[in-house]
């Protein structure tokens, strides 16, 4: 039974349940800054999807980065499975932009988290169609 990791489920908003994948929205204002988990227990490495997952994996990606891109303009889209502070599979997509608070450094640890108003998030709903 899928079970999204606590730190997860504490720093980020759900957004959606897509075919494969939950879409989580990183709780942090600076960044739009989006991730996907594909919503099968114990996963920690995109190898251990079957290959059928790993394709709906990719197009779910692709379909995300084709939104950040067209919703927010970035400079450069940061598409990433890291890891190594929650071990579930997930993928970070981060529109970046060359004025944003970390650039050109990464986003992790940069400055302290600022929450996204509800005002906020449900204009990021309405503009993904989420």
Request: aromatic share 8%; proline share 7%.
């Amino acid at each position: 039974m899928f079970t999204l990791a606590p730190e997860l489920q504490n720093d980020c908003i759900e957004l959606a349940d897509w075919p494969l994948c939950k879409v989580l929205l990183m709780n942090d204002s600076q960044y739009p800054w989006f991730i996907l988990v594909p919503r099968k227990e114990g996963l920690k490495e995109i190898i251990d999807l079957s290959d059928e997952e790993q394709i709906t994996l990719t197009q779910e990606s692709a379909k995300l980065a084709c939104m950040l891109k067209t919703v927010f303009s970035p400079d450069k889209l940061n598409i990433a499975a890291l890891g190594n502070m929650v071990a579930q599979l997930h993928i970070h997509h981060i529109a970046r932009f060359k004025d944003d608070a970390a650039w050109p450094k990464p986003v992790w640890g940069v400055n302290p988290a600022q929450p996204y108003t509800e005002a906020q998030i449900a204009k990021i709903k309405a503009a993904m169609a989420m």
